[in-house]
């Protein structure tokens, strides 16, 4: 079946540290794959995605590489701010050939920046 | 920016009553999402609405849970006969076409005592 995991969280950070949060995934055929945010109090934002094999997401600093082989899809950022604090979801789409089809997501990452 | 509403923010219902989760995708949407996120678990999928019927449901989804766009713009949830076990944040999402983006709205926390 679909799936997928993430680090467990919280992530606690200093300002202006590196990020990584891990995520892989179980998928049959050719997932896209995303990555969402939830600020405090806000829906779900989708972050970055990517729709194939070593394609790489990015935005507001953030990026992530869709690895095949190693099935992951791991978010970095190369230096967090306060405003960074939020929840990240990894997410899968199961089959980027028919679209809006239902997404699968990780149970989360809480990251919390401090200054 | 036209974003996903969902009323209200916060209900709490007693086991057994029903209850009705309201959700304003945006408007040249054509896809509609149910999800939802029981407290430190997974966002789980409930339901997808496609031309005004489901398209596709999980086994989350059985006959207590209904959907209905009645209007044209609201969407929404009913849980017949809510159980303990109901209690979770709820997400409405809705996507426009067949791309992969989801616009979610900021949830609703559905607390049964």
């Known amino acids: 079946g679909n799936s997928v995991t993430q680090m467990e969280g919280p992530v606690t950070l200093s300002e202006e540290a590196f990020l990584t949060i891990n995520c892989t995934y179980t998928?049959?055929?050719?997932?896209?794959l995303f990555w969402y945010v939830q600020y405090p109090g806000e829906g779900l934002q989708l972050l970055l995605k990517?729709?194939?094999?070593?394609d790489k997401g990015s935005n507001k600093g953030f990026e992530a590489t869709y690895r095949k082989e190693t099935t992951s899809f791991h978010l970095e950022k190369g230096s967090v701010q306060v405003s960074d604090s939020a929840v990240y979801f990894c997410?899968?789409?199961?089959?980027?050939?028919?679209?809006?089809?239902?997404?699968?997501f990780g149970k989360g990452t809480r990251l919390s920046v401090i200054a | 920016e036209p974003e996903v509403t969902q009323t209200p923010s916060h209900q709490v219902t007693q086991m057994g009553q029903e209850v009705i989760l309201r959700c304003v995708p945006i408007?040249?949407?054509?896809?509609f999402y149910w999800y939802r996120q029981i407290l430190g678990q997974k966002v789980e999928f409930l339901v997808s609405?496609?031309?005004?019927?489901?398209?596709?449901k999980s086994e989350i989804f059985d006959d207590q849970f209904s959907v209905e766009r009645p209007d044209g713009s609201n969407f929404t949830l009913k849980i017949r006969s809510t159980k303990l076990e109901d209690s979770a944040m709820y997400f409405c999402?809705?996507?426009?076409?067949?791309?992969?983006?989801?616009?979610f709205g900021p949830g609703t926390r559905l607390t049964v005592t």
């Open positions: 609405f496609y031309n005004n019927e489901i398209s596709e």
């Open positions: 997410a899968l789409s199961p089959d980027r050939n028919s679209g809006n089809t239902p997404l699968v």
């Open positions: 990517a729709t194939k094999a070593d």
């Open positions: 999402a809705s996507g426009r076409d067949r791309s992969y983006e989801q616009y």
């Open positions: 998928a049959t055929g050719y997932p896209s």
């Open positions: 408007s040249n949407h054509l896809y």
